[in-house]
């Protein structure tokens, strides 16, 4: 992971006598206390999920953080996300439940490699994912997320070559979409490149009727049967405006909890992946570090603190505002 953050890993604590309920309980006292706001990615357990103030993607939560009107923010999510969020409000406190909660996408683009990149290509813009480190964006000239990618794309003049980093997949989903001929940095999500193309054929030949439904970051193959691409937040308009009653879901598993409460009359089933475990759906390790104790351990000791270092965040900030004028 790189930047620098401060705190320890919080190991599991003694947090007798509390239930869940009552660790849920202590954790909206907490967080009144402290004027503090929980954010948390739909990709998040449930517990997390329905205690946060506000659950979103990438570009929905880049924007509360912006507007957080608190002292600290709380981010239920991966490390980049919370690095994103004290890029936009430098003056705020911003922690983490677990610090190690990092990206396998962010993790496959480093930054010494990546500038040396950028370096050999110097005529080209260069357009990041945020779904990437702080040392990342502070090389990028937009950033973009998956609601957004294809606008930020286009406001670029056709005459000048693009570099898209790090997603791959994304990145070849794009130029199909815009005609853009963009040179990809070869990095991937393990998350959303777990599917398996043969289990979901099968899966459909039990539910005729169901939709198969994308994430961008999936590999080409997947996207090219799906009858709707999109972020995470799309894929849950998706499927509340569908006349479709029945979804094959193409993303990590905890995007259900969320699209159940849109659409409880609708049955949804998470797309398989191709190794056998007990699950059978993608999940993300990574997102799944934060539990409901490290939240309350969290906010009561107010650390993990996300804390990159101030030169890359001004380098940063600049990306990351272009990419939010662009999408009001």
Known sequence: MTGTSTGQRMEHQDINPFTREELGQEICRLKEQKNAIILAHYYQEHAIQDLADFIGDSLG???????ADVDLIVFAGVHFMAETAKILNPEKKVIIPDINASCSLAESCPPQEFRQFVDAHPDHVVITYINCTADIKAMSDMICTSSNAEKVIMSVPESQPIIFAPDCNL???????????????????????????????E????????????????????????????????????VKSSPSKEFIVGTEVGILHQMRKV??????????????????????????????????????????????????????????????????
């Open 61 to 67: 939560l880049s924007r509360q953080a912006e507007k």
């Open 171 to 201: 990145g070849k989903y794009l130029i199909k979409k815009t005609g853009r001929d963009m040179l990809l940095w070869d990095g991937t999500c393990v998350v959303h490149e777990a599917f398996s193309m043969d289990k979901i054929l």
């Open 263 to 328: 659409v409880p009359d609708k049955v949804l089933i998470p797309a398989p992946i191709r190794e056998d475990n007990t699950c059978a759906c993608s999940e993300c390790a990574y997102m799944k570090l934060n539990t409901l104790e490290k939240l309350y351990l969290c906010l009561r000791d107010e650390k993990p603190e996300v804390n990159p270092d101030p030169g890359i965040m001004e380098k940063a900030r600049l990306p990351i505002r272009r990419m939010l004028e662009l999408s009001p």
């Open 203 to 238: 899966l459909h030949k039990m539910h005729p009727e169901a939709q198969f439904i994308a994430h961008p970051e999936s590999e080409g193959h997947l996207l090219d049967i799906a009858s709707y691409t999109g972020s995470t937040a799309g894929m849950i308009k998706y």
